[in-house]
């Protein structure tokens, strides 16, 4: 059975400030970081993202984000091993276990990213696949590869090997103790306009070597946008996809996933979470030669918050966690309003137009009531709803009920059962109502 986890996953990813570059002290003092100021407020997930196993990543970044056909750790039989020059306990054949064993000793889990399909270096010379008398030239299919990244040949789907070799790699990641697989170039293999799943045999793999390890292991989907037409599949395979391409600090991408959002409200379930991207909050970008604080202005990001939360996303921060300032630490620790990404909670988008949008919530367990304003314009503006109009909310009482705006802990008097309030230029407003709700 597909893991099945009672909250979308929060957690850290080294992407947005590393890019292919992390190391592992650097890993470590963000778990650490972690472990003291987030882990309360329900963050726990580590993930190490992409080229971990790269040789000299980044060393040329001003030409290549991924050097083509560079040097990389690779054990006998086609699987990729960390880097030992900047995984240093990986040394030996140890791969990540010894990382691992750290997070899990600070009570968080551990995570990595990898590409679909196998290595071309492994197929070039014709590696034999753990446990067959298959080879890696076999199962590869030189006709899928990504547009971006130079490492990889898909796996051909139903011939023989091709599910072992997956059951080789994910049962070597349940050995070294990881918790979260990220894999890309397979939620939309966008090279591909003809094709944009081509890789969903992939997916398929990968489910099925998971549960074969007996290990609860998160199943991350990536790139975007996900197909809406195949939302049943990612549903029933995997349990986060990413709705978006990569999603950085601009307005517009902001705006623009609101309109995703809505498309893909209907499509999450307990274990499944369709993914808005991490949180470009904080530093970020040194990988990528732009070191830099986020572009967001506070309000942006009190309003991607607010979306990521009440739409159910899963919560990924990639910033360098010891660099937050203490403001960013505020916004992402706020208990009451992080809950929302619990399987309890339920988000509906109510309203949207060119000038804001409104989404309501509501606990399945607890009855609790929630509505958000979003502002989209450049300049504050009043919002307004009526709470006998909300669909989730029907068996409202009439007559005067309070709400507290959560992110300023104001308390708001409604007259005649209808919410106003003034919101920032993009910004937006988290209101809980507190009171004659039947």
Not at 16 to 39: C, L, S, W
Request: aromatic fraction near 14%; proline fraction near 3%; glycine fraction near 8%.
């Amino acid at each position: 059975m597909k893991y099945v986890m009672d909250h979308a996953p929060m957690g850290w990813n080294s992407y947005d400030y590393y890019d292919t570059a992390v190391r592992e002290d650097r890993v470590k003092a963000n778990a650490d970081f972690m472990a003291a100021h987030m882990k309360k407020a329900g963050w726990e997930y580590i993930v190490v993202d992409i080229e971990w196993y790269a040789k000299g990543a980044g060393t040329m970044r001003e030409k290549h984000q991924y050097i083509p056909f560079g040097d990389m750790e690779i054990d006998e039989y086609g699987r990729l091993l960390p880097d030992v020059d900047r995984f240093p306990s990986s040394a030996g054949g140890k791969g990540f276990k010894v990382l691992a064993d750290y997070i899990h000793g600070l009570g968080l889990k551990f995570g990595i990213h990898i590409m679909r399909g196998i290595p071309r270096i492994a197929a070039h010379k014709h590696l034999p696949i753990w446990g067959t008398d298959v080879t890696a030239d076999e199962v590869a299919d030189p006709f899928s590869i990504c547009g971006w990244n130079p490492d990889m040949y898909g796996v051909k789907k139903g011939v023989k090997g091709a599910q072992a070799y997956y059951d080789s790699i994910v049962g070597l990641y349940a050995d070294w103790g990881v918790d979260f697989i990220k894999c890309d170039d397979i939620c939309n293999t966008n090279l591909y306009q003809n094709n944009r799943y081509s890789a969903a045999h992939e997916v398929e793999y990968l489910q099925r070597a998971i549960e074969k390890t007996g290990r609860d292991i998160v199943l991350s989907l990536s790139p975007g946008p996900a197909l809406l037409e195949k939302a049943w599949h990612y549903e029933k395979y995997a349990n986060m996809w990413r709705i978006t391409d990569d999603f950085w600090d601009n307005w517009d991408l902001l705006y623009a996933m609101f309109e995703q959002c809505e498309l893909w409200q209907m499509h999450g379930t307990e274990g499944s979470y369709p993914d808005c991207d991490m949180l470009p909050v904080g530093k970020i970008g040194k990988g990528f030669l732009q070191e830099r604080d986020t572009n967001f202005t506070k309000e942006e990001q009190i309003t991607m918050m607010t979306l990521w939360c009440i739409f159910g996303s899963p919560l990924m921060v990639g910033a360098e966690l010891t660099m937050l300032d203490e403001w960013t630490l505020w916004l992402l620790t706020r208990k009451e309003i992080v809950k929302l990404v619990s399987n309890e909670y339920i988000g509906r988008q109510y309203e949207r137009n060119m000038d804001y949008a409104i989404w309501s919530c509501v606990g399945k367990r607890t009855g609790e009531r929630y509505l958000a304003f979003f502002n989209f314009h450049n300049k504050e503006q009043s919002v307004a709803c009526s709470l006998d109009s909300v669909e989730q909310f029907a068996g409202c009482k009439k007559g005067a009920v309070r709400a507290k705006e959560l992110w300023s802990q104001r308390n708001i008097e409604i007259t005649e059962n209808v919410l106003v309030d003034t919101i920032a230029a993009h910004g937006a407003g988290l209101f809980m109502i507190e009171e004659d709700f039947q």
